[in-house]
Nanobody, 125 residues
Framework: QVQLVESGGGLVQAGGSLRLSCAAS????????MGWFRQAPGKEREFVAA????????FYADSVKGRFTISRDNAKNTVSLQMNSLKPEDTAVYYC??????????????????WGQGTQVTVSS
């Protein structure tokens, strides 16, 4: 089992930056590929970024490529999402998610059994 808690959301002006963090509890974090997803009001939850359990590979949605960076620190059981050049369309609740042990990253939300409670990001124009 993995428990996830996100932090770092808030209100920022367009063009600004935020850094989201996700703290994981449990002994298996270093075995779990991790992802960030987001959900805007009235929309489906969508993939944002993912990183493999060993940080060997990262993946990004086209809409955030070049602006967002996902990283992880297995010693601290954390995964982060650095968001730069934020746009109003980035406004959403951002969720951290974990896959089961040793599985590769995925862009499909149904392949992540563990989720945090979400953190709100609001970008004003």
């Amino acid at each position: 089992q993995v428990q996830l808690v996100e932090s770092g959301g808030g209100l920022v002006q367009a063009g600004g930056s935020l850094r989201l963090s996700c703290a994981a509890s449990g002994r298996t974090f270093s075995r779990n590929s991790m992802g960030w997803f987001r959900q805007a009001p009235g929309k489906e939850r969508e993939f944002v970024a993912a990183i493999t359990w060993n940080s060997a590979r990262t993946f990004y949605a086209d809409s955030v490529k070049g602006r967002f960076t996902i990283s992880r620190d297995n010693a601290k059981n954390t995964v982060s999402l650095q968001m730069n050049s934020l746009k109003p369309e980035d406004t959403a609740v951002y969720y951290c998610a974990a896959r089961k042990d040793w599985l590769d990253s995925s862009q499909i939300r149904y392949e992540y059994p563990y989720w945090g409670q979400g953190t709100q990001v609001t970008v004003s124009s």
